[in-house]
């Protein structure tokens, strides 16, 4: 007999991105700098309504340069924090990890009232932090999400 899954408590851990780059930051002094996704990189477009329940980023190259922090890798719903995890700190091959089942890590958060996409549309992501110097790299990311599909019944609120 085949599995049922009607309460569709699957959650898939997705590769959205590979070697996201986003770029130096070209303020100094201590400017606050958001580094938003690159205009080459699409993260995936989820066909069904989708709610993100968890964020993991692989460092694939470090990051460099003079930085105050946190920085924090960023998933958006349009200009809302979904998920965002801290990576000033990280090395090559690290993988860095939230969701809504673990402990929030030292500069992440995850905020489940934004979680949730409407069918057909795409997060964004974004390195938000503080960097003390121009050419300050963000190093690159692998992209992992942790998605959950929604599914309404009829008579029942959508969560």
Do not use: H
Request: aromatic share 8%.
């Amino acid at each position: 007999m085949g599995y049922s899954d009607q309460k569709y408590y699957d959650r898939p851990l997705i590769k959205v991105a590979a070697a996201v780059a986003y770029g130096t930051a070209t303020a100094s002094g201590t400017a606050s700098n958001s580094l938003a996704q690159p205009a080459a990189t699409q993260l995936e477009t989820f066909l069904r309504r989708t709610k993100v329940v968890g964020l993991e980023a692989v460092c694939v190259t470090a990051p460099g340069g003079t930085q105050v922090g946190p920085i924090n890798l960023t998933i958006l719903n349009g200009t809302a924090t979904v998920a965002s995890v801290a990576v000033q700190t990280a090395t090559v091959g690290q993988t860095v990890y939230v969701n809504t089942n673990t402990a929030v890590p030292a500069g992440g958060t995850y905020i489940g009232t934004n979680a949730t996409f409407a069918a057909f549309s795409a997060p964004v992501s974004a390195l938000i932090g503080t960097f003390t110097a121009s050419a300050a790299t963000s190093g690159t990311w692998d992209i992992w999400l942790e998605v959950q599909e929604q599914f309404d019944t009829p008579g029942q609120a959508s969560s």
